[in-house]
């Protein structure tokens, strides 16, 4: 994988733009000033940045360091800290009960990894914490506006909500949401999308 995005990543165009996501922006007052922000798989580094912009301590983490050191060169540009970690979410866990919020913007997994990874992002957030997740939904195959094509890679309401219940961690949800936008989010995000969108809380 992380040659894949090193490839994805290896020109100087922002592929999926330098602007945050859209619902990210529209939910991002569930999280307090000056909270410690997890973005596993922000790739380039926009909405990492984004958030670090908003006043918050911003981890981004993601396999690829091309894509990395794009998001720290974001952050320089933006006059703003972000700590980039190079890391495969395969085999890495962050710190239990360690962050206020996660943010997961189409970061994609195959269901044999879904599980176990979105626990463990649930896992570390703290008493009251928010998950923000966008991803495309199983009915955007045969669209052209970005995603995988592997069915088992797209995600639903309802598939999450059984990844939070496999976690074990207790919460609810505050949004969960299946249907059409209209992206527009650099050269790799363009036009009509099937997307899912959740946001969970973990109980205080």
Known sequence: MREFWN???GDTTYKYGVQPNVFLREQAGLI????RVLVP??????NGVWLAEQGHMVTSVDCSDVGLAKARKLAAQRSVRLEA????LSDWVPAAASVD??????VHLPSSQRTAIHAAMLQALKPGGHLILEA???TQVGLSSGGPKDVDMLYTVA????????????????TGLEGRVTLDEGPFHQGPAQVTRWVWRRAA
């Open 7 to 9: 490839q994805k990543f």
């Open 32 to 35: 307090p000033k000056g909270s």
């Open 41 to 46: 798989g922000d790739g380039e580094g926009r």
């Open 85 to 88: 970690l190079e890391k495969d």
């Open 101 to 106: 919020a996660v943010v997961l913007i189409y």
């Open 136 to 138: 495309f939904h199983p």
């Open 159 to 174: 598939a999450l909500r059984e990844d939070a219940l496999a976690s074990g961690v207790a919460g609810v949800e505050l």
